[in-house]
């Protein structure tokens, strides 16, 4: 191999693709053989594509690239592949190819050792022919390089994405909450929500959001109706696309009105509107006609059983007119026998209008677009910048710089003061002349907290006592953990109890590659049970933390349930701002953890309660 791209290098070649495998996927040698390939390419100004690569397809008539080694036949279209998987990407053409459709680019990069799946990507973005692009992704490489492309790309066009290694294996020990709660493939959803990549669980379902992206404009909204020449699939219909999050539209009176002359006395002119079995291409139709013209409407799912008493070619040809000058979404279910009535489901694919076999996928592929609007219109990120004491954090932070440990609590509730984190006062004291003094200046009831780094989780261990009333139970329990937690030698903290207010985590963590990961959850003793938490990645907007907030499960605890006030949601969108802020302000901070953080009723603010701190060692 070494030889072959000297004499390519020597010859003026630009660029190798190379297929052959047996690099640094077989271990040690390997690896040292591929990067010997890339120094000679790069010493010819060549670059290589592979190795361990399937190779590229180009579809387009003027160049017609067909350096692969696959079976699926070469089609033009306007779907674009980028597949770390050669297996992946060939499924992924294969389903295109049995619909009748093609492709415009493939690529299946492997080993990535030079040309990146980053440049790819970029390039398919560039390309005016290219409507979507799909990428299967096992590991990304470059996550930086990945989250500035593809927030690029997505703004022009869809990106959509089946990522796989979704298991916790190899994740690194981690002594924080928010640490242990970062699954492998959490870093991954967070470049994808701030890229606007749309993320799929499976093959079908990222093909089916690709083709209806492909050939369908992208939806104003989530209002959608459904018409239907049958009742039971409607009303399936009408199940699956309440759970994907779409709305049902109201019909305009004018709409109704025109329905109501049009169609079958035994119609039902509602949502969905079943246009019953007996409707010909006049009344479906015309239904569809009409509904495209309601401004209450925004997409229409059509779903159509082929009744043997009904011209139902005809139907599909009406369906086809409309369908190709349509400026609404239209998606259509087609329940039919493909032997009998083939040319009903090809006449209606042919316009532009994608066919599916099940509600569920119809759903689920128009919930995609809808998705994929809401990307697009996005509002332009706010980053405020607080006012915080900067210089006063780099002190305590400088105390422990070059050091891998957790902060001792005071130290960290100094560190949340000088970025205007609101906080309970806190006083570290070493002895009993310290506590009594320290407690004098408080108000009882007290919380006491043994504070050493080696008591990760301080209530398990029964380091944490709340609810102190007097002076005499705040030296009890002092003299009670002075003794049983000797051995490390801990200070200990004091703090005035807080007694309202609902339990929320805020929590960061660094990634390598692209900095801090902000966590936001409900919080307490049983975060890492319920595991109901938010990531983003910093720097961190207001739509960002205000999207952490509203996406977790007990959200609505915090709108207020049953009669409770709301919590002080904008205080929480504040509090990670400023948190966001300090773990970009120093990449030292590989942990945090600010649990309990009490958030009372809206304009009452919020408190944290206890906090945790690890800097980590320079790189």
Excluded at 277 to 295: F, H, Q, R, S, W
Excluded at 418 to 428: D, L
Excluded at 518 to 538: N, P, S, W, Y
Excluded at 545 to 566: C, D, N, Q, V
Aim: glycine residues 8%; proline residues 5%.
């Amino acid at each position: 191999m070494p030889t072959v791209l000297e004499d390519c290098g020597k010859a003026g070649v630009k660029y190798a693709i190379v297929h052959t495998a047996g690099f640094k996927e077989v271990g040690e040698e390997g690896l040292k053989l591929e990067k010997q390939i890339v120094e000679i390419a790069h010493k010819y100004g060549m670059r290589i594509y592979g190795p361990n690569s399937q190779g590229i397809q180009n579809s387009d008539p003027e160049v017609s690239v067909y350096a692969n080694f696959t079976f699926v036949p070469m089609k033009p279209g306007n779907i674009s592949i980028v597949a770390q998987s050669g297996g992946v990407g060939e499924t992924l053409k294969l389903h295109l190819h049995r619909i009748g459709m093609g492709m415009r680019m493939y690529a299946s990069f492997g080993n990535e050792a030079d040309v990146s799946m980053n440049e790819i990507i970029d390039y398919y973005g560039q390309d005016d022919e290219t409507k979507v692009i799909m990428v299967h992704i096992e590991t990304i490489k470059d996550p930086a390089g990945f989250l500035e492309v593809a927030n690029r790309v997505t703004r022009k066009k869809p990106i959509l994405v089946v990522k796989t290694g979704r298991t916790k294996e190899g994740v690194t020990a981690v002594a924080s909450h928010t640490g242990s709660l970062m699954e492998q493939d959490t870093l991954a959803d967070a470049i994808f929500e701030k890229s606007g990549v749309l993320r799929f669980d499976s093959q079908q379902e990222m093909i089916d959001a690709a083709i209806a992206l492909s050939t369908q404009p992208v939806p104003k909204s989530e209002n959608i109706v459904i018409v239907t020449n049958t009742g039971g699939p409607g009303i399936i219909a009408v199940d699956e696309c309440i759970s994907a999050g779409l709305k049902l539209a109201k019909l305009s009176p004018e709409t109704g009105k025109a329905l109501g002359e049009l169609l079958f006395s035994e119609a039902i002119v509602s949502n969905p509107v079943d246009v019953i079995a007996t409707a010909g291409a006049k009344e479906y139709g015309g239904t569809v006609e009409a509904l495209l013209k309601d401004p209450n409407i925004d997409s229409l799912i059509l779903n159509f059983v082929t009744p043997p008493f009904v011209d139902c070619e005809a139907v599909a040809q009406k369906l086809g007119e409309i369908g190709a000058a349509a400026e609404k979404p239209i998606i259509c279910i087609i329940l039919t026998i493909e032997e009998r009535w083939g040319e009903v489901i090809r006449v209606i694919r042919k316009s532009g209008i994608p066919v599916f076999d099940f509600a569920e996928s119809a759903s689920k592929a128009l919930a995609a677009m809808i998705k994929y609007g809401k990307i697009q219109r996005r509002e332009a990120p706010d980053y405020p910048k607080y006012d915080c004491d900067k210089k006063k954090a780099d002190e305590i932070i400088g105390r422990y710089r070059g050091q891998e440990r957790f902060l001792p609590q005071a130290d960290v509730f100094d560190l949340l003061h000088t970025y205007g984190i609101p906080a309970v006062k806190t006083v570290r004291v070493e002895d009993k002349s310290q506590l009594k003094k320290a407690a004098g200046a408080l108000t009882y009831p007290l919380v006491l907290k043994v504070d050493a780094e080696e008591v990760v989780h301080k209530s398990d261990a029964g380091g944490v006592c709340l609810n102190l009333k007097d002076e005499k139970a705040l030296l009890a329990e002092f003299d009670r953990m002075a003794s049983e937690f000797k051995k490390y030698k801990p200070g200990f903290v004091v703090q005035e109890q807080q007694t309202e207010g609902k339990e929320v985590i805020l929590g960061a963590k660094d990634s390598p590659g692209v900095g801090p990961m902000l966590m936001f959850g409900l919080g307490g003793v049983f975060v890492e049970t319920l595991k109901d938490v938010q990531f983003r990645l910093a720097p961190l907007s207001k739509q960002d933390a205000a999207g952490m907030i509203e996406s977790i499960k007990g959200y609505p605890i915090l709108k207020g349930t049953r009669g409770e006030k709301p919590a002080d949601v904008e205080c929480l969108v504040e509090m990670l701002g400023r948190l966001a802020q300090l773990t970009v302000d120093f990449p030292e901070i590989d942990e945090m953890d600010l649990n309990p953080v009490f958030v009372f009723e809206t304009k009452k603010g919020a408190r944290v309660v206890d906090a945790r701190l690890k800097v980590k060692k320079p790189e």
